[in-house]
């Protein structure tokens, strides 16, 4: 905490609070899942703390600003920011919560196979009434009916354990929390134009901004020294250093290009793997309808069904986990342009 201090020296009383008290809520926390390694839970404020903030020293939010925190693990840098910048809204987001909506499919799945297994259970009672099975049948079809009750129950607790876990992991409270989910989410089509948002991301980057900085002031002081004299040695050094500082600008902006191109490649193939996830999951549905339609006419049985929903849920769970990868791979792309911290 005191490296804290040392390096911020403008905290409130409030802010000093709140960082104190990460130390013991990490801790307890540490011991229930784990949210940073138990082997460096001893350099908290050195190892994530501080190296979060080392974000506030290069850009100061302004108040009323919406900063997203994409793979947030456990609160870093998320958490300390919003610490440092109150008057910011902070989102976190973790690919954990996708444990979520996995929880909630098979919440939907097992109410589902409880639901068949219950009319199995009416229609095979209807037919021991008429003579057409045995008792047997009848014992079977309600221990099925039965297994997938405690199935659906499980699905239930499990459900409320994951939305839990998330909320502690992001120490939040669950009951005052809401988790926007993938179904929830309004997706944009990507538009973006590489070479436009290249320069743009040029432009906005503080470490390039600072390297033409350098730049700049070295080919300011070649000119003043040629007064000195072209052959001089003063002359010949500020030539060298301006030489140096042009170098190191140009190697960073074509980085800077590169990394930009890959973070759009990025998105590309979100995209495309999410079409394919869209038509995968559009035939497992219609496959579903057509053996639930088998079902009704006696065609297939209560366990062939019930592979098709799974297959059917298998497929939409890719397809939310698609989803979740494009939109993630969509604000990774803009943040990189409006920001550029990737790198």
Same mark, same amino acid.
């Given at each position: 905490?005191?490296? !804290?201090?040392?390096?911020?020296?403008?905290?409130?009383?409030?802010?000093?609070?709140?960082?104190?008290?990460?130390?013991?809520?990490?801790?307890?926390?540490?011991?229930? *899942?784990?949210?940073? =390694?138990?082997?460096? !839970?001893?350099?908290?404020? %050195?190892?994530? #703390?501080?190296?979060?903030?080392?974000?506030?020293?290069? !850009?100061?939010?302004? +108040?009323?600003?919406?900063?997203?925190?994409?793979?947030?693990?456990?609160?870093? +840098?998320?958490? +300390?920011?919003? #610490?440092?910048? +109150?008057?910011?809204?902070?989102?976190?987001?973790? @690919?954990?919560?996708?444990?979520?909506?996995?929880?909630?499919?098979? /919440?939907?799945?097992?109410?589902?196979?409880?639901?068949?297994?219950?009319?199995?259970?009416?229609?095979?009672?209807?037919?021991?009434?008429?003579?057409?099975?045995?008792?047997?049948?009848?014992?079977?079809?309600?221990?099925?009916?039965? %297994?997938?009750?405690?199935?659906?129950?499980? =699905?239930? @607790?499990?459900?409320?354990?994951?939305?839990? =876990?998330?909320?502690?992991?992001?120490? /939040?409270?669950?009951?005052?929390?809401?988790? /926007?989910?993938?179904? %929830? *989410?309004?997706?944009?089509?990507?538009?973006?134009?590489?070479?436009?948002?290249?320069?743009?991301? !040029?432009?906005? @980057?503080?470490?390039?901004? &600072?390297?033409?900085?350098?730049?700049?002031?070295?080919?300011?002081?070649?000119?003043?020294?040629?007064?000195?004299?072209?052959?001089?040695?003063?002359?010949?050094?500020?030539? &060298?250093?301006?030489?140096?500082?042009?170098?190191?600008?140009?190697?960073?902006?074509?980085?800077? =290009?590169?990394?930009?191109?890959?973070?759009?490649?990025?998105?590309?193939?979100?995209?495309?793997?999410?079409?394919?996830?869209?038509?995968?999951?559009?035939?497992? &549905?219609?496959?579903?309808? *057509?053996?639930?339609?088998?079902?009704?006419?006696?065609? *297939?049985?209560?366990?062939?069904?019930?592979?098709?929903?799974?297959?059917?849920?298998?497929?939409?769970?890719?397809?939310?986990?698609?989803?979740?990868?494009?939109?993630?791979?969509?604000?990774?792309?803009?943040?990189?342009? %409006? #920001?550029?911290?990737?790198?």
């Amino acid at each position: 905490m005191e490296k !804290i201090r040392k390096y911020f020296k403008k905290l409130t009383d409030t802010q000093i609070a709140q960082f104190e008290a990460l130390d013991a809520l990490y801790r307890d926390w540490n011991e229930k *899942i784990n949210v940073i =390694s138990r082997k460096d !839970i001893d350099n908290l404020y %050195e190892h994530h #703390i501080l190296h979060s903030l080392a974000i506030a020293k290069i !850009i100061e939010f302004t +108040p009323g600003s919406k900063i997203l925190d994409v793979g947030t693990g456990g609160g870093f +840098p998320g958490i +300390p920011l919003a #610490i440092m910048f +109150p008057e910011c809204q902070f989102l976190l987001v973790d @690919r954990t919560g996708k444990k979520i909506k996995v929880a909630e499919d098979i /919440v939907e799945t097992s109410y589902s196979a409880f639901k068949l297994a219950s009319n199995n259970l009416t229609n095979v009672n209807l037919q021991f009434s008429l003579g057409m099975v045995s008792a047997l049948d009848v014992s079977n079809a309600t221990y099925a009916k039965n %297994e997938a009750e405690a199935q659906y129950n499980k =699905s239930v @607790r499990d459900l409320d354990l994951a939305v839990k =876990s998330f909320a502690a992991k992001l120490f /939040v409270n669950s009951k005052n929390s809401k988790f /926007v989910l993938t179904d %929830e *989410i309004v997706y944009e089509d990507f538009n973006a134009v590489l070479e436009t948002d290249t320069e743009k991301a !040029i432009n906005n @980057r503080l470490d390039l901004y &600072q390297l033409k900085s350098v730049y700049l002031q070295a080919d300011r002081y070649t000119k003043v020294t040629i007064l000195v004299g072209p052959t001089s040695a003063q002359h010949s050094d500020a030539n &060298q250093a301006k030489s140096t500082a042009e170098v190191n600008y140009n190697n960073a902006v074509t980085q800077t =290009s590169l990394y930009i191109n890959s973070v759009y490649n990025s998105v590309l193939d979100a995209d495309d793997a999410l079409s394919l996830a869209g038509e995968n999951y559009s035939l497992r &549905q219609k496959e579903y309808e *057509i053996a639930t339609l088998q079902y009704d006419l006696g065609m *297939i049985t209560n366990t062939q069904l019930v592979t098709y929903m799974n297959i059917a849920t298998s497929a939409k769970l890719n397809l939310d986990n698609a989803k979740l990868t494009y939109l993630l791979a969509m604000k990774k792309y803009n943040y990189e342009i %409006e #920001i550029g911290l990737g790198l």
